[in-house]
């Protein structure tokens, strides 16, 4: 396997007596989409400072496209596009002319700044707006701008945290949709910051569960529920549409099954849990009792699963 892009080896941050980051060890590959999955304050934005170099780990090493965060941040920062959870834009100024600006800072002038621009609203999906003041946009507009001026530098690996914080049902589907696209037409590195399961699911190659400025457990989803799998044994969830079933008759008929753990209902679902696959045989016998099976999932460990797994359920955010 290549080189890392990003390659994190026993980071840790103390401020105080508080340890913020704790000996994270972490390798992100070129093209990959990584999402860093934890509640607020866990640690995930100061171990994103210690990659930019814009905080000093107390220990442990942050490398980022070959470059020593700590050593050289400012190569690192020519390589790296970072969109923190607050994107900020001078208001009495339109889109196009906040691109400008940052492309100046970037080396480009003019109409060549002007040109890049207008690519880059149009790649973001927002050049209908080129010549609105940002003080008229929407938050999902002004992310969208963000993305834009982070991709201003033609970045090796973009840093994004929070990236959908505040934005409606239909804007994240759209935001999301965008990251991909562009991580697969660019090779872009991404490394995406959330609390939101069911966002990080949809796009991430793989996740980092980050539990008090632990690693608790990173991997492709596939791979962790497998392991969860293994952990808990075969899930199995069955929706029926027989509401003349009874829970007792139900579960005696299905507990005659070798191997089954716990049957459990909710609504017209039954969950079985057990230590061996036994799908075939469950959905023999209820066929046999006459149930209208709606759909049948096997395995089904969801991120949800493997997140509830470090988590209390109180604090599980989605």
């Given at each position: ?244 079933f009874t829970t007792l008759s139900v579960e005696s008929s ?65």
């Amino acid at each position: 396997m290549n080189n890392p892009i990003i390659d994190l080896k026993d980071l840790s941050k103390f401020y105080g007596n508080k340890k913020a980051v704790d000996k994270l060890n972490l390798q992100i590959y070129s093209g990959e989409i990584f999402g860093l999955l934890g509640p607020n304050g866990a640690g995930k934005t100061t171990s994103i400072l210690m990659m930019l170099g814009l905080t000093e780990p107390t220990s442990g090493s942050a490398t980022v496209c070959g470059h020593d965060a700590t050593r050289n941040p400012l190569e690192v920062k020519k390589v790296v596009g970072y969109m923190p959870d607050n994107v900020g834009f001078y208001p009495d100024m339109t889109a196009v002319e906040n691109l400008c600006f940052i492309a100046e800072l970037n080396g480009t002038f003019g109409q060549q700044a002007k040109t890049l621009a207008y690519e880059l609203l149009q790649t973001v999906g927002i050049a209908d707006v080129a010549n609105s003041k940002t003080s008229t946009f929407s938050r999902g507009m002004k992310q969208r701008l963000g993305l834009a001026e982070v991709l201003i530098k033609k970045p090796q690996v973009i840093i994004l945290d929070e990236p959908t914080l505040g934005i409606d049902p239909s804007g994240v589907n759209d935001f999301l949709k965008l990251i991909q696209k562009l991580s697969k037409e660019q090779n872009l590195t991404v490394l995406m910051s959330s609390h939101h399961l069911h966002q990080v699911q949809r796009v991430c190659d793989r996740v980092g569960i980050f539990v008090d400025g632990k690693m608790m457990v990173e991997g492709p989803i596939e791979s962790l529920a497998q392991k969860l799998q293994l952990d808990r044994g075969f899930k199995t969830i069955i929706e029926v549409n027989n509401p003349e079933f009874t829970t007792l008759s139900v579960e005696s008929s299905l507990n005659t099954i070798d191997g089954i753990s716990t049957v459990a209902f909710e609504e017209n679902k039954i969950s079985i849990h057990s230590t061996t696959d036994v799908t075939a045989q469950v959905v023999r016998k209820l066929v046999q009792s006459d149930a209208n099976i709606l759909s049948v999932n096997r395995n089904g460990y969801t991120l949800d699963d493997i997140y509830s797994k470090y988590f209390d359920n109180d604090n599980l955010k989605i």
